[in-house]
DNA sequence: AAGGTGACCGGCC
DNA sequence: TGGCCGGCCACCT
């Protein structure tokens, strides 16, 4: 009964573990819509208004903070990773694939 | 209704 | 990893 494809996006996010951090490609692989990447992306920027989203767990597959900008300052994100004990230099996530998670696809 | 857009991904060099 | 390009899909005007 999901009302759209962002609460989809947003289950997917809240699930995402401390300390873990996820692919946009992940998450629209769960969701079945491998392919609309992008979506997933926007669901975040909607994100904005909801508490329970995690989005600074979430990263490009380059572990890259490409979302930050979109934060309220410019290292929160970042600040956010690294209060988790996710070690993040250069706007980029170190040990990305140590700290990678992978989204339950049950839905 | 049509077009533009975007916090992406994968392939190629 | 880095840069470029095409595809993809839902949302907004």
Redesign the pocket.
């Known amino acids: 009964m999901e009302e ?3 609460e989809r996006v947003y289950a997917i996010a809240r699930q995402i573990p401390e300390g873990k951090v996820t ?4 998450i ?1 692989k769960a969701l079945g ?16 208004n909801m508490e329970d989203v995690p ?2 767990r ?1 990263v ?5 903070l ?6 309220d300052g410019t290292n929160l ?1 970042q600040q956010l990773l690294e209060n988790e004990g996710i070690i993040v230099v250069d706007n ?1 996530i170190v040990d ?1 694939e140590n700290v990678f998670w992978m989204p339950k696809m049950d839905l």
């Open positions: 759209n494809f962002f692919s946009y490609g992940a629209a819509t491998a392919r609309s990447a992008r979506m997933v992306g926007w669901a975040m920027n909607a994100s904005h989005a600074h979430v490009n597959r380059k572990g890259l490409s979302g930050k900008h979109h934060f994100m980029q990305f």
